[in-house]
């Protein structure tokens, strides 16, 4: 089992960032895909960006050059670093840990409970 706990989320301003942290534990062989995905009213869940333990990153083309994904595996948590943040980043976002380098969110069977990112213009 993998348990993942999110926090960071928050209001800002577009323009501003904001820092997520993903906190996981729990079998360290089901989680070598850690990624960000969100959810906005109304639509399907999207994924952000994943980190594997050799960091390789991959991340959505909505994203790249905004948001850095990264791991600090002493304390096995992992960042998602928001810069340049645009009111269509407004979503849920999620953590999750999957055992293959994908963005698909079927691909992934543990998730966090979400942090709520707000962006107003």
């Known amino acids: 089992q993998v348990q993942l706990v999110e926090s960071g989320g928050g209001s800002v301003q577009a323009g501003g960032s904001l820092r997520l942290s993903c906190a996981a534990s729990?079998?360290?062989?089901?989680?070598?895909?850690m990624a960000w995905f969100r959810q906005a009213p109304g639509k399907e869940r999207e994924g952000v960006a994943c980190?594997?333990?050799?960091?390789?990153?991959t991340y959505a083309d909505s994203v790249k050059g905004r948001f850095t994904i990264s791991q600090d595996n002493a304390k096995n948590i992992w960042y998602l670093q928001m810069n340049s943040l645009k009111p269509e980043d407004t979503a849920m976002y999620y953590c999750?840990?999957?055992?293959?380098?994908?963005?698909?969110?079927?691909?992934?069977?543990?998730w966090g409970q979400g942090t709520q990112v707000t962006v107003s213009s």
């Open positions: 980190f594997v333990r050799m960091g390789t990153t």
């Open positions: 999750a840990a999957g055992p293959i380098f994908s963005l698909a969110p079927e691909q992934f069977g543990y």
């Open positions: 729990g079998d360290p062989f089901r989680r070598y895909c």
